[in-house]
């Protein structure tokens, strides 16, 4: 069942998305292992926290992919509350 209700939705006009957008962490495989869907118009490294809240309340991970997307609050997060690493 989806996170967000009917009427959460927005516009990242730097990615000219209406709507919503799905944030996603997948294993080295590819198979999924969480999606978080958020207002479009949510920062891709907000949305990133709170997928790493719901993933870290069932799975640790040591280290997570990124691209530079993900920079500053978002690799703070990742190391002081769930002591991993991230790389780009």
């Known amino acids: 069942m989806p996170e967000t209700k009917g009427n959460d939705v927005g516009v990242d006009g730097g990615k000219k998305v209406n709507g919503r957008k ?10 999924l ?7 479009a118009n949510m920062y891709d490294r907000n949305a990133g926290i709170r997928l790493l809240e719901k993933v870290f309340k069932k799975y640790k991970l040591k280290k997570i992919w990124a691209d530079n ?20």
């Open 22 to 31: 799905r944030s996603i962490i997948v294993d080295t495989m590819g198979y």
């Open 33 to 39: 292992i969480s999606v978080f869907v958020h207002p």
């Open 69 to 88: 997307t993900y920079r500053g609050s978002f690799v703070k997060t990742a190391k002081s509350q769930y002591n991993c690493d991230i790389e780009d």
